[in-house]
């Protein structure tokens, strides 16, 4: 399973690392989320960091970030594209 980003449809509200650091660690900090999203102010674009170290919530039938992304920007794909 790969966590994969659409950043055109992305708006930088950053729920999902909410919803990561919450499933992970059981608060809402985004000092501790595995997803970092970062917003440029000046321009609008948004980048997406997702570290290997992610377990992309393999616990869970569907990772935390995914099911909070309430615009779809986030999705799941059954094998890589490398």
């Not at 997803?35 to 609008?44: E, L, P, S, V, W």
Request: charged letters at 20%; hydrophobic letters at 35%; glycine letters at 6%.
């Amino acid at each position: 399973m790969y966590l994969e980003i659409n950043t055109s449809l992305c708006s930088g509200c950053r729920a999902c690392e909410l919803a990561c650091s919450f499933c992970l660690k059981g608060v809402c900090d985004p000092a501790v989320s595995k997803i970092r999203i970062i917003r440029d102010n000046a321009t609008g674009e948004v980048f997406c960091e997702i570290p290997l170290s992610c377990p992309q919530c393999s616990f869970e039938v569907q990772p935390c970030c995914v099911s909070f992304c309430g615009i779809g920007a986030l999705t799941i794909r059954k094998e890589s594209t490398v």
